[in-house]
């Protein structure tokens, strides 16, 4: 934590601030979790010590609820799990994924107290809760986990208080956990030393799990799961460090409701203040100088909300063709009235591009992606995690679809943004410069005979499809990046 220092932000409370000049794609710090837990609709799915998915994971014998890896996993978990099992035993079944998180931290808070390493900068009691400050269905739900937790651990030495402290502090500053290659959330955890960052919508950092070093057949030589702070631009010396709490691409106002609702602050940042680029999300299309009326952007507008509802519905569903044909429909009222930043046709570009994907349309979809992109660049910083992965999806949809010029041109784009903001050791950049070896290689082949070319890709996708990084154009489950608990 030597880059770092904790100082008085004023309104803000407590802050982290910079010691001395930090370059693009720095790790400013790197943070383990204080407890950690995976979801309960994925506790089969995910390793729950290295959240990673995996097929055919390894049960504890015991609880019958802890899934792992192999015994390695198992083994290196067990400190963190041994009372969890015990619990989960004695109860008969696994309580909610707050609760069991909450359990975590007081057991690690009994056995380590709130601070575990030198490197910690505040302790677990002192993080803010907002208890006070909840909604009524936030405390009536708070009060059912608490009763849930005293069933889950009825020796407990912890006032309820305290108790009900941890589930506020919690519930505020909880980090969502991705699975290995950073596409689908899958656990929550809770980091003390990046609680102290505070929200800026055009943050000057970004946060990045890092799943560790696991292929030891010794648990002892294990690298821990850990988030990394990254500085996404040339960052002074003495200026304060933010990460963005929320996804940019909504208008301020928008965007402070949310941060108000989960955060219970007002956001006050430069963005909100001067409503920076809500002009470009709510734009009309100009055409020779002229912009359609007031009344028919309305129109559209309203219409494009109602679509979205019926897009949503239908993909819940699994009805994926009649996603497609909702998005067309929407398609054709949005593009002669909504301008290409419009926030209403990005939405249904990006599901149309993502649904088509899934449905191996690639020639379509890269269309769509293509014209989403385009619209993200004007929108997200830069060096936007969410804007790198939406160039990577788009860079491999048009790869799948034959496109090599315009596949490799955007994979570059994508993987100069990932490693700022990934890294070069993260599995998803990793993967990345694979693809654009390969395509670059593509590429030489198509430049030099265009026909043959397209021969050798036909007979290759013939024998063995294009199954790198599909993973990344699945329609479910996505995650733009990683957020706090939302």
């Not at 991705?178 to 919508?201: E, I, K, T, Y």
């Not at 409701?257 to 100009?286: P, R």
């Not at 912009?291 to 569903?317: D, H, N, W, Y």
């Amino acid at each position: 934590m030597n880059n770092v220092q904790v100082f008085d932000a004023g309104l803000k409370g407590r802050g982290l601030r910079t010691t001395k000049i930090l370059q693009p794609g720095e790790v400013v710090f790197a943070e383990p979790s204080f407890a950690a837990v995976v979801f309960d609709r994925l506790s089969q799915q995910v390793c729950h010590n290295c959240f990673r998915r995996q097929v055919n994971l390894h049960r504890c014998a015991q609880c019958k609820f802890a899934h792992y890896c192999d015994r390695t996993c198992q083994t290196a978990c067990w400190d963190e799990h041994k009372q969890e099992c015990a619990a989960i035993r004695n109860i008969g079944k696994a309580p909610n994924e707050n609760v069991r998180l909450v359990a975590r931290v007081l057991w690690r808070v009994q056995k380590d107290t709130g601070i575990v390493s030198d490197s910690q900068l505040i302790s677990v009691d002192l993080l803010k809760d907002h208890v006070a400050d909840m909604p009524t269905d936030d405390l009536n739900e708070l009060k059912s986990n608490m009763q849930k937790f005293l069933d889950y651990c009825p020796n407990t030495k912890h006032r309820t208080d305290y108790i009900s402290h941890i589930f506020g502090m919690i519930d505020c500053n909880g980090f969502t956990l991705s699975d290995q290659r950073g596409l689908q959330a899958v656990g929550v955890a809770l980091f003390p030393n990046l609680c102290l960052v505070n929200h800026d919508c055009w943050p000057n950092c970004t946060v990045i799990l890092n799943h560790g070093n696991q292929s030891t057949l010794n648990s002892t030589f294990h690298s821990k799961k850990r988030i990394e702070l990254r500085a996404l631009g040339k960052i002074a010396e003495n200026e304060e460090l933010t990460v963005s709490y929320v996804d940019f691409l909504n208008v301020s106002g928008d965007r402070k409701l949310a941060l108000k609702h989960q955060y219970h602050f007002d956001c006050t940042c430069k963005s909100c203040s001067e409503h920076s680029k809500d002009d470009l999300m709510m734009a009309a299309k100009e055409t020779d100088g002229k912009k359609p009326s007031g009344e028919l952007v309305k129109e559209v507008q309203m219409f494009s909300l109602e679509c979205l509802a019926k897009i949503e519905a239908a993909r819940t569903a699994g009805n994926f063709n009649e996603v497609v044909k909702l998005c067309q429909e929407c398609l054709e009222r949005q593009e002669p009235v909504l301008a290409d930043t419009h926030l209403y046709q990005l939405r249904v570009l990006s599901v149309a591009s993502e649904v088509l994907s899934y449905l191996r349309r690639f020639s379509e979809a890269a269309k769509y992606a293509n014209r989403m992109v385009e619209g993200y660049a004007k929108l997200y910083h830069p060096n936007n995690a969410q804007l790198g992965m939406a160039i990577m999806r788009a860079g491999v949809t048009n790869w799948h679809a034959g496109l090599i010029e315009t596949a490799h041109g955007l994979i570059c784009k994508a993987y100069a943004i990932l490693m700022v903001t990934h890294g070069a050791t993260h599995p998803i950049t990793r993967d990345l410069e694979a693809i654009r070896t390969q395509t670059e290689m593509e590429l030489r082949m198509f430049k030099q005979n265009e026909d043959v070319y397209h021969s050798m890709r036909e007979a290759a996708l013939q024998t063995k499809p294009m199954g790198k990084m599909t993973e990344a154009l699945r329609g479910e489950d996505n995650v733009k990046a990683l957020t706090h608990k939302q």
